[in-house]
Structures are given as structure tokens and as C-alpha cells.
């Protein structure tokens, strides 16, 4: 009966069966590969949030100074283009 099933052999023998063996060297390859792309997916979220955040800065800029010049005339003069 051993000689058909390799698993039995194994245990009977006091020693793991491949099949739990294999299980487990792909258990722990999952179990890696989950913990490098969690670290991944922290990484580009801090990243998406530091581009966000240079994205916006300008904007706001734009929104102060639009607020600090409203209802001031303007010191600017546009320039005419000449006849000819």
C-alpha cells in the first residue's frame, strides 16, 4: 500500500508528506510575495499623496493671490499694438 501512496509511506515513517511539504514552501512564497506588494502599495500611496499635495500648491497660490487682489485696481497697463 506504500508503494502506491507516497504520502502514507512519508507518515508512517514519522516525516512529513511531500504534499504538506510542498504546501508549505508555497505557503510561505505567497506569504512573501503578499508582504512585498503590501509594502508596494504603501509606497505608491504616499507618493500619489506627495503628488497631490505639489499638484495643489499652485492653486492655492493662485486662489490667495486672487483674493488678496480682488476689488484693487490693477497697476497693469496692457500694452497697444502699434498701426502699422
Known amino acids: 500500500m ?3 501512496h ?3 509511506k512519508n507518515k508512517c515513517g514519522g516525516g512529513t508528506p511531500d504534499a504538506g511539504m510542498r504546501l ?3 505557503l510561505s512564497d505567497r506569504k512573501t510575495t503578499l508582504a512585498d506588494k ?3 502599495i504603501v509606497r505608491l500611496r504616499d507618493d500619489a ?3 497631490l ?3 495643489m500648491r499652485p492653486a492655492l497660490a493662485n486662489e ?3 483674493e488678496v487682489f480682488s476689488g484693487h485696481p490693477s497697476d497693469v497697463t496692457p500694452l497697444r499694438r ?3
Do not use: P
Open 53 to 55: 499635495a505639489e499638484d
Open 82 to 84: 502699434g498701426t502699422g
Open 64 to 66: 490667495e493671490l486672487r
Open 38 to 40: 503590501n509594502s508596494d
Open 49 to 51: 499623496r506627495g503628488f
Open 24 to 26: 508549505g514552501r508555497r
Open 2 to 4: 506504500t508503494q502506491r
Open 6 to 8: 507516497t504520502g502514507l
